[in-house]
């Protein structure tokens, strides 16, 4: 890959991370509170807790995104963005355009999901 698209995913990288880190979706904490009148009814405090793990499902799902923006960022700095850091082979563009921060190539990608809906399956 040459330097300009490095430049190129690299602001795009720079941009997502922004995008959450400005979004305050991580410092709003005020949909983690119970409030005293949510204990009072048993409807509420179900309504009340179903909210908050919605909201701890989405800040987690941030916080993981923001960790692999922030591995792809470190691997530019590397240089070696752009490669499949298991096999090792070149991550098609088309999907570093979808997903800057990718870290495998499409095989490794469906393989690893292919693992987890095995695992996910043994256990139900």
């Known amino acids: 890959m040459n330097e300009k ?23 709003n904490l005020e949909d983690l509170k ?3 009148d949510d204990i009072a009814d048993e409807a509420d405090m179900a309504s009340s807790s179903i909210n908050q793990q919605v909201s701890f499902s989405i800040r987690e799902k941030e916080m ?3 960790r692999r923006i922030d591995a792809a ?8 963005y752009g490669y499949c850091i298991e096999s090792g082979e070149e991550i098609e563009e088309k999907r570093l355009e979808t997903q800057p921060w990718a870290e495998f190539c499409i095989e490794v990608a469906e393989e ?4 987890f809906n095995q695992r996910f399956h043994r256990r139900a």
């Open 34 to 36: 119970i409030r005293p």
């Open 5 to 27: 698209k490095i430049q190129y995913f690299k602001k795009k990288l720079l941009e997502a991370r922004n995008q959450i880190v400005n979004s305050g979706i991580l410092n």
């Open 112 to 115: 690893h999901e292919r693992d």
């Open 64 to 66: 993981n995104k923001l």
């Open 73 to 80: 960022l470190a691997r530019i700095e590397e240089g070696n």
